[in-house]
Structures are given as C-alpha cells and as structure tokens.
C-alpha cells in the first residue's frame, strides 16, 4: 500500500487521531512515525504542526514539509538537548528563537538558514557554535546569552551583517584579536564573564553604538581607556 494511499484513507487518519488523542508518549510518537511512512493526512495536518511539541516533532520524524513555510520559529521552555537535522529544510525561516531548552550544539545543517537575521539561543548550555554558522550571510541579531561557551566562536568574524551581539553570562576569558574586523556591529553584550585583557581589542572598535561590560573586572585605568578612545560608545557598566 502506498503511501499517497495511505495518506487518502479515512482509517489511517482514524487510527492516528486515536494514537494523538491518548496523550500518550509512546504512542504519539508511533503517530509520526507512521506517517512518516504514510504520509500526512490533510485532515491531521494543522493539528501536528500547531505547538511547539508538534514542530518538535515534526523536524525529529522528518515531516518537515508542514514547516517549509515558516518565517518564524519559536521554541521556548522546553527540555530539548538536540535540534533536529531537518531544521535546515526550514529554508524560508527569518527568525528563530531556542530560548530557556537544553541544548549542548547545534547541528552544521544550520548553515541552509540563508535568510535568517535573527537567531536567540538565550538559556541553553551551549559550549560551542559550529563552524558553518559562517555561512548565515544575513544575520544581524544573535543572542547566546546564558551560555557556557568558554571560547569565542571565530565563525562570528565571517558575519558581514551581524549588528547586534550578546555573549554575555558564559565563561568567555579572552576575545580574537580579529575582533575589529566586525565592521557591522553595532551593540555588543560581553558581560558577566571571566574575561581579561579585552581592552586592547575593544579600543579598535569605535563604530560600537552600545557596549555593555557589566561585572567585568576591569581596574580604573582600563575603564578610562574606553572612555578615551570610545567617545561616542555607550558603555555600560
């Protein structure tokens, strides 16, 4: 039987429903494997893709041809460790927001995003960023705040159009002397970290509108080395 045939046949639907309708785990998720086999059921299709839970699952199952459409995707509050491959089939997303889950990495098929500009991976336990972020020509907005990143991601220095910027509360000691090379940039949020020595790196960069420091370290000179050579830089301290 195949699968177009499936997706057409009133029992099938009848069977799904019955498996979503039990608030079961197990048997949800017997759901979507089933109709990963079977096809999607126009009747059931609103349904799957309606919650958070649903888009979850449908990027785990593959059933990624409900969510081509998106421009926005938000999952916020939930215990997810890893983002599923297939988020890279969501090729029309513009902003996507994986606040306060669990995630460890992010999977390289993030880099078929081409039209994001606004990425928040605020609350997560984020220890890297993978190298083909790189390939996210239109970003302007990333939010890792909340983080244990311990270095910073130089895949960041390849973002022409990344303006604003928040590393803030990770594990951050040092920043890339390349730095200065992020000639978009705009509002940069490197507060809360364990970090030394940044001041050198931080005086090239004069175009930075908002510059937060928040619980840094820094002793009176370096503070007023800032002050000097960023003049026009909102500094928050």
Excluded at 159 to 167: D, G
Aim: aromatic residues 4%; hydrophobic residues 40%; charged residues 20%.
């Amino acid at each position: 039987m195949n699968a177009q045939y499936l997706k057409n046949d009133p029992e099938f639907a009848h069977k799904l429903t019955q498996l979503l309708d039990s608030y079961d785990d197990v048997n949800i998720r017997l759901a979507y494997q089933l109709m990963q086999g079977g096809g999607v059921p126009n009747s059931l299709a609103k349904r799957i893709s309606d919650n958070i839970q649903g888009k979850i699952l449908c990027l785990e199952y593959r059933l990624t041809s409900l969510l081509t459409h998106l421009q926005i995707l938000q999952i916020h509050d939930t215990h997810l460790q890893e983002l599923p491959s297939a988020i890279g089939d969501l090729q029309a997303l513009v902003i996507l927001e994986l606040i306060n889950n669990q995630l460890v990495c992010l999977p390289p098929e993030i880099q078929y995003l081409q039209q994001l500009t606004d990425l928040q991976l605020v609350a997560n336990r984020l220890i890297g960023l993978p190298e083909e972020i790189k390939a996210l020509k239109k970003l302007e907005k990333l939010n890792i705040y909340g983080n244990q990143l311990k270095v910073f991601p130089e895949a960041l220095l390849h973002l022409p159009k990344l303006e604003s910027l928040n590393l803030g509360a990770n594990q951050l000691q040092a920043l890339p002397t390349q730095m200065p090379q992020m000639r978009a940039l705009r509002k940069l949020d490197i507060g809360t970290n364990p970090m030394q020595n940044i001041v050198a790196v931080l005086t090239q960069m004069p175009w930075l509108e908002i510059l937060s420091l928040s619980g840094l370290k820094l002793s009176d000179r370096e503070w007023q080395q800032l002050k000097v050579k960023l003049p026009y830089t909102q500094i928050i301290r």
